[in-house]
């Protein structure tokens, strides 16, 4: 969430609880200002000018650059939550930062709100004491070994992948530790599931690409069975073709052969009525034959 709010303020450390409280949403204030009870803030880098940190939230680690720019508090979180004109994480930093830069014990910290230039950072890596982070000095003895008997049992936890034991009797910063292993493994869990649920989505695809495969090999199977069928027909109309030839040429023979009895037939009938003309002589001639010899002889 990025929010921009008119602001008079010149340095951020004159923001105050009240003045903060004036601007932010109640709600969000409460939930802010318990996250700096419960030391949940970080702040990264800072100055009068801009502060870059990180809050320990309900779900996890949030981040957040907050900066005065021409009369405007610019704020932006990595978290999604609604909260008007700025987020909790956002509010329980500033709320962070001024208790930093109040005068302590009669001596300033070394970012003066009325000498700070506008580029001075807080000397983080010079070894100065960071706000929220506590120096060893602030740490108890006491609280340091309740932590280090923690993380024994939890560092076995850990290895095994059982759930972190039970952290709540740890007190002050100690706490915020446990707080942040807790998240790196609520992280890695999240991690850890989100890799099973890819490998059994790959394991789904990859049967699937297997049927599919196996459908293609059928397939291909069906389609030269399908091929070696039309070659077959193919050779089959071929043959057919040439019987076709040969019964239209036995077809012209016969035709040919009834043009030549036709013509046979004629002459044979042509030769019968010659045979029936000659018969029919013969009878005249054996009818004359037979008068003659009747015919008594001519004394
Ligand atoms: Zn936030």
């Known amino acids: 969430m990025r929010n921009k709010i008119p602001c008079s303020a010149e340095r951020l450390s004159l923001l105050d609880p009240p003045m903060i409280k004036a601007v932010a949403d109640r709600n969000a204030f409460h939930i802010g200002n318990q ?32 900066r005065l720019k021409d009369g405007h508090l610019i704020s932006k979180c990595s978290c999604a939550l609604p909260e008007e004109p700025m987020c909790r994480h956002c509010i329980a930093v500033l709320l962070e930062y001024h208790r930093w830069a109040q005068p302590k014990n009669g001596e300033q910290r070394r970012v003066k709100p009325s000498v700070a230039p506008p580029t001075q ?41 059982q759930t972190l034991p039970d952290s709540s ?14 998240n790196l493994e609520e992280r890695r869990r999240e991690s850890e599931e989100g890799r099973i649920n890819l490998e059994s989505d790959m394991r789904d695809r990859e049967a699937y690409v297997g049927r599919l495969t196996q459908q293609v090999q059928a397939s291909m199977e069906e389609i030269k069975v399908a091929q070696a069928c039309s070659q077959q027909l193919q050779r089959a109309l071929t043959a057919s073709s040439e019987v076709l030839t040969k019964i239209s040429e036995i077809a012209s023979e016969v035709g040919s052969y009834e043009s030549q009895l036709k013509s046979l037939a004629g002459e044979v009938i042509a030769k019968g009525s010659q045979l029936d003309k000659l018969a029919q002589s013969f009878r005249d001639v054996s009818t004359v034959l037979k008068a003659l010899a009747k015919t008594p002889a001519i004394p």
Do not use: H
Not at 169 to 182: E, F, M, N, P, T
């Open 169 to 182: 009797k740890l007190a002050g910063d100690v706490a915020s530790w446990s707080q942040i292993i807790r």
């Open 121 to 161: 950072v807080y000397p983080v890596r010079a070894g100065a004491p960071v706000p929220g982070l506590a120096s060893p000095t602030d740490l108890k003895l006491g609280e340091v070994m309740a932590f280090i008997e923690w993380l024994c049992p939890a560092l076995k936890a850990l290895e095994r992948g």
């Open 35 to 66: 996250y700096l009870s419960e030391n949940r803030v970080r702040i990264i880098e800072a100055d009068d000018a801009q502060i870059s940190s990180a809050v320990i939230g309900n779900s996890g680690l949030y981040e957040q650059t907050i």
